[in-house]
Nanobody, 115 residues
């Protein structure tokens, strides 16, 4: 019954910033990897950023100089700081975290960037 709960999405003008947060509805342990994906209607979901338990990060090339993924000290909450947002960043953003080999997904949060 545990769920990943996302927050922080919304409407922002181009050049603005948003910070997404994803936390489990109850504590189930330390995730070995946490990630953010995004999806535009009619397109495939794509990986935006990920962070491992050891702190290693990876980014989609188009966001690597603008977005920062991070996690809390307990390793159960993941953040995505999005700066210099562009209209092309508009999508539904989903968090995805793995506890061992068990993956959990958030419900998605809408990010809309106006021009």
């Amino acid at each position: 019954q545990v769920q990943l709960v996302e927050s922080g999405g919304g409407l922002v003008q181009a050049g603005g910033s948003l910070r997404l947060t994803c936390a489990p509805s109850r504590n189930i342990g330390v995730f070995k990897v946490m990630a953010w994906h995004r999806q535009v209607p009619g397109a495939q979901r794509e990986l935006v950023a990920r962070i491992t338990a050891g702190g290693e990060t990876q980014y989609l090339d188009s966001v690597k100089d603008r977005f920062t993924i991070s996690k809390n000290r307990l390793g159960n909450t993941v953040y995505l700081q999005m700066n210099s947002l562009k209209p092309d960043d508009t999508a539904v953003y989903y968090c995805n975290s793995f506890l061992g080999n068990v993956g959990y997904w958030g419900q998605g949060t809408q990010v809309t960037v106006s021009s």
